[in-house]
């Protein structure tokens, strides 16, 4: 059981639980198009024991079990996404009806169970004839992206408590065209500069293609990582600045100041669309809410043996998960005050939190820490109105496969089954009739 109090949070505080559509859904069979994600997992050498997602947790079909669990549970709302290619097959033109009619039955089944629905409109999902036109390289994206965006606006709108436009922009251009860990899987630094900006851009023509639509209380979701120094040497910070501008500040100061860090443009400028700085106004536009995924830290030491960008992450001390990715709930708190004290002063959630463990007792524990640091975080004065626990389910784990587990409820891919876990149970004795 957790140590914390659903009542210590505030009475109108949001407890979800979050997916992703390529994560859960399969259904490939519907008329959705190919995604960047079925063509990378099928590339040797990408993805885990070459897993993909085309059955993943057969949500398309078992969508009402997992509402139902989610209800059960004493959650409130549900953070899921939308696929782009389910709806729009080639990411323009002719619209995919029975993909529509999914997520009609999806969210109406969520409204039907008193949850509130918070839509993302692309998790990493990409239609592959836009990858073929250079996708998120490719200015033009900025108008794909603002056509499904209204399509969603028009069809769901009225019915969406909450609408992020963008997943984890650094996951989509540095991890994806930098790192090369993540589909299309680029290891090219002017495709990531390239992307860097145009997932930012695509995001405010999204914003403005909601608004005209009717679309009310809009955000974006941004993964963040506490950056730290690996020692006190001068060179450490220096490359603890670096690393901090590429994780953390080229996506908060893009969409809440309107600019760009100086230390990454300085290195970046070459390769960076010609006048990008015109666009700023509609990287920043205003909007309604601020998610924030957080899992881990980031420890940076200076390394000048590398182009560009001299600094490598370090190990640290802490215990890890078994991703190996440190256990840093102070972290949380850190992060949470800094975006409201520094960037803006609009009410954050957190959208995604949560351990890759097969030992249950261990993500408890973690869960119960993170929750721990939300309520410090408010202590501080961050305006923190919700908590969304990553994941519901165990699921594909992008360039992990299966191998993975995030869930709250555990998956038996062979069969479906889904088994709550002790961590739902302690989220459920939380949270359990007071929704």
Request: proline share 5%; aromatic share 12%.
């Amino acid at each position: 059981m957790f140590s914390v109090d659903r009542g210590q949070f505030g009475p109108n505080f949001v407890f979800g639980a979050a997916t992703a559509a390529y994560q859960i859904e399969g259904g490939q069979t519907d008329g959705r198009g190919p995604c960047i994600w079925d063509t990378f997992a099928a590339t040797p050498g990408n993805v885990k024991n070459a897993d993909d997602g085309k059955t993943a947790c057969d949500h398309y079909n078992r969508w009402p079990e997992d509402l139902d669990l989610i209800r059960d549970g004493g959650f409130d709302g549900y953070r899921f996404s939308i696929a782009w290619p389910r709806l729009i097959p080639e990411g323009t033109g002719a619209i995919n009806q029975a993909g529509l009619d999914f997520y009609d039955r999806l969210i109406d089944g969520m409204l039907e169970r008193g949850l509130k629905p918070f839509a993302t409109l692309y998790h990493w999902d990409l239609p592959s004839a836009l990858q073929d036109k250079g996708g998120w390289m490719n200015r033009d994206i900025g108008g794909w992206f603002a056509d499904y965006a209204a399509l969603v606006g028009r069809h769901f709108g009225d019915r969406l408590h909450a609408t992020a436009t963008i997943n984890e922009p650094w996951c989509v251009s540095i991890l994806s065209h930098i790192l090369g860990i993540h589909a299309p899987g680029y290891r090219d630094l002017r495709a990531g500069a390239r992307a860097m900006h145009h997932v930012l851009y695509a995001h405010g023509m999204g914003v403005d293609a909601l608004r005209a639509n009717g679309v009310k209380n809009i955000g974006i979701v941004t993964n963040l990582e506490k950056s730290e120094p690996a020692s006190d040497k001068e060179e450490d910070q220096r490359a603890f600045d670096l690393g901090d501008a590429m994780f953390n500040r080229w996506f908060l100061g893009g969409v809440y100041k309107g600019q760009y860090p100086e230390v990454l443009t300085s290195i970046l400028d070459q390769y960076l669309p010609v006048d990008y700085q015109k666009d700023m106004e509609i990287v920043s536009r205003p909007l309604d809410w601020a998610g924030i995924n957080y899992y881990s830290r980031g420890l940076y030491a200076w390394d000048a043996s590398r182009p560009a960008f001299p600094i490598k992450q370090v190990k640290g001390p802490l215990p890890t998960n078994d991703l190996g990715w440190e256990i840093y709930p102070k972290g949380l708190t850190d992060l949470l005050v800094r975006v409201s004290k520094e960037y803006t002063k609009l009410p954050l959630y957190v959208t995604e939190n949560g351990m890759s463990e097969i030992d249950d007792t261990r993500r408890v524990a973690f869960y119960d820490d993170h929750l721990k640091a939300v309520l410090e975080a408010q202590k501080q004065g961050a305006d923190v109105r919700g908590y969304f626990a990553w994941s519901l389910l165990d699921n594909y784990e992008w360039a992990e496969g299966y191998s993975s587990r995030f869930g709250i409820v555990h998956v038996d891919y062979a069969s479906q089954k889904r088994t709550p876990k002790g961590s739902y149970r302690a989220f459920q004795g939380m949270l359990h009739n007071t929704r």
